[in-house]
């Protein structure tokens, strides 16, 4: 099935830079953003996310302190990300 969505100019550019960071197409991207956001795919991602949960759960971590770590790494993520595109 083919679907034609309208995506904002910003939405659009970022899933080009996610692409292309990832050496996917846009339409690649897109389709495994939808699956992971599907009912099929959440029952997937909570079976293989589930030893992380567990992890967490076993450390200690309170959510918030959960939420600052993915945020750090987040952020050291993007910044290498720009470093890479900047020198290319």
Do not use: C, F, W, Y
């Amino acid at each position: 099935m083919t679907l034609t969505i309208n995506l904002p100019p910003a939405t659009l550019e970022q899933l080009k830079a996610e692409a292309q960071a990832s050496g996917k197409d846009v339409e690649t991207v897109v389709r495994e953003a939808v699956d992971a956001n599907s009912p099929v795919g959440s029952a997937r991602s909570a079976e293989v996310l589930k030893p992380i949960h567990d992890a967490v759960e076993a450390s200690g971590m309170s959510e918030d302190d959960v939420n600052d770590l993915i945020d750090t790494e987040l952020k050291a993520v993007r910044a290498e990300r720009r470093s890479s595109q900047a020198k290319s």
